[in-house]
């Protein structure tokens, strides 16, 4: 099925470790977006990639980390998370940069203890 | 940035009945308009979006107007039926960052 696989589906971390959201398309968009889901806040962009080998930072970049080395893949570090974290991460994709519509994965439920 | 505001932030409808959701955007330079519903547990899904060059959209029970003057666009849901039941978010684009800002999101309660 054509669409965004992200994984895990949820995690339990530790404070100070570290860890990768793997997010992967098949459907050749150019951009690419992590967002952080918390109750009351709506969706918060964290950073995002117009096209493979850019990057860019949302409204909430601290302590997240992105690479963009091909167009498929769009993995997001927590370096050291913290308690803050604990949220639901979701990775979308877009034809274009702007002006496109969303295609949202079905999300990874972060807890940060 | 962008200030966006969702209202109401819940409602509840009789099945069968009309439900409006406004979006207020503070960006002049926005020219791109799109409604996502998730439902619960799920992830988020468009359901329709509008241009800045066009008033309104419809699509079946669903559309959406536009008031660029006023910097406001609505969400027009008719014969609403208890599957409409979610959270709706307004997500303009951000003219200067080309970037969508997610309002709060509204919960749409259908009650048959």
């Known amino acids: 099925t054509a669409g965004i696989t992200q994984a895990p589906t949820s995690q339990i971390l530790a404070a100070g470790r570290s860890m990768t959201l793997r997010c992967t398309q098949d459907m050749r968009h150019n951009a690419m977006y992590w967002y952080r889901q918390d109750l009351g806040l709506g969706l918060r962009l964290i950073h995002y990639s117009n096209t493979a080998g850019t990057t860019g930072k949302g409204e909430v970049p601290d302590g997240y980390s992105v690479s963009r080395a091909n167009t498929d893949d769009f993995p997001l570090t927590l370096a050291s998370a913290v308690p803050s974290q604990t949220s639901v991460y979701f990775c979308?994709?877009?034809?274009?940069?702007?002006?496109?519509?969303?295609?949202f994965g079905n999300g990874t439920r972060l807890t940060v203890t | 940035g962008e200030n966006v505001e969702q209202h109401p932030s819940t409602l509840s409808v009789q099945e069968g009945d009309s439900a409006v959701i406004k979006c207020t955007y503070s960006d002049s330079a926005s020219n791109y308009f799109p409604w996502y519903k998730q439902e619960l547990g799920k992830r988020p899904q468009l359901i329709i979006d509008?241009?800045?060059?066009?008033g309104e959209k419809k699509d079946q029970r669903i559309a959406v107007t536009l008031n660029k003057t006023a910097k406001h666009f609505s969400l027009h849901i008719t014969e609403t039926q208890p599957e409409d039941s979610a959270v709706y978010f307004c997500a303009p684009l951000r003219g200067s960052a080309r970037q969508l800002t997610f309002g709060s999101g509204t919960q749409l309660t259908v009650l048959p």
């Open positions: 979308a994709s877009s034809e274009q940069s702007y002006n496109s519509p969303l295609h």
């Open positions: 509008i241009r800045s060059n066009v």
